[in-house]
């Protein structure tokens, strides 16, 4: 029996929606708009898209959103100065510095330059302190995304045996921890496994819920999962095909079709993880405006 399938696109725009109220309820009530700096430096197309994107996504809901778009010769300074005018601005509330940046420019100086209270990717080293201390913060908005798909699906976090399969700062590390929390979206076990694991199907075959986040094309294969496993496939690889005009498709990191046939759930690529990693980015600004709005209110 085929897997059924997590739409990452229709559970987003069900966030999205829930965001709007949200957003209107700010507005009517309290004359509060939140507000996203978005800084891109650079012109490099993948990256343009994205920001093009989010700023699409902000208007969908009533964020506002301010652009700044910097050439690539723009220096380490320029950079860090707008970051700090962004600090400094109330109608912003969250910022977003689109990565990578080119070089020479120090991605870490300008992660760290920008207010731990505005940080709505969850990269300051504040905010990823305060997720694996269990306390308030912005978590990294795709793997919120992740545990949002899966609590949005009726998924069973709490007790289930979750493999990861990845280490990343943005995906696998921030994972692991949000899923050994208490509350809703944790109380799983949690193995973490990597391309360095030593017979790495012994570990994924154990998972009832296996997210695939090495950014490797179709490294999962049947034999690797479980019979009636949950699999999130977090990957976006470009691979040839000549028959489509860019002469390339996406695919993921697991073998859709082999593992449809074995899995009980499983996110496609595209359509699945992708739409909601700018959702929670929504989300998180979303958060930061009634946060901001309560402290100025004391």
Not at 12 to 38: C, M, N, S, T, Y
Not at 125 to 152: D, K, Y
Not at 229 to 239: E, Q, S
């Amino acid at each position: 029996m085929a897997a059924g399938i997590i739409d990452g696109k229709l559970i987003a725009q069900q966030i999205r929606q829930e965001l709007k109220a949200e957003v209107e309820r700010l507005h009517r009530e309290d004359g509060l708009q939140p507000g996203l700096g978005v800084v891109l430096v650079g012109d490099d197309p993948a990256s343009a898209s994205y920001v093009t994107a989010k700023e699409a996504a902000c208007a969908e809901i009533g964020i506002y959103s301010a652009d700044h778009r910097l050439p690539a010769s723009t220096t380490q300074a320029e950079l860090l100065a707008l970051v700090q005018r962004l600090n400094e601005d109330p109608r912003i509330h969250g910022i977003l510095v689109q990565l990578p940046l080119p070089r020479p420019l120090d991605e870490s100086a300008v992660l760290l330059a920008i207010d731990p209270e505005k940080d709505v990717d969850g990269f300051h080293p504040v905010n990823v302190g305060r997720m694996v201390l269990g306390e308030p913060a912005f978590l990294s908005c795709t793997p919120h995304g992740v545990l949002q798909l899966l609590q949005r699906s009726g998924v069973r976090l709490a007790g289930s045996h979750v493999v990861i399969v990845g280490r990343s700062n943005i995906v696998g590390k921030p994972l692991a921890n949000m899923l050994i929390q208490k509350g809703p979206l944790g109380n799983a076990t949690v193995t973490v496994c990597h391309t360095r694991t030593a017979d790495l199907a012994h570990h994924t075959r154990q998972a009832d819920i296996l997210v695939a986040a090495a950014g490797q094309p179709r490294m999962i294969t049947a034999d690797m999962v479980r019979e009636g496993a949950v699999v999130i496939d977090v990957g976006v690889n470009r691979v040839a095909d000549a028959s489509r005009k860019s002469g390339f498709r996406l695919v993921g990191d697991v073998d859709f079709e082999a593992v449809s046939a074995k899995a009980s759930l499983i996110t496609p690529v595209p359509g699945g993880v992708g739409p909601m990693t700018i959702t929670m980015l929504l989300h998180n600004t979303v958060a930061s405006a009634r946060q901001h709005h309560l402290k100025a209110s004391r």
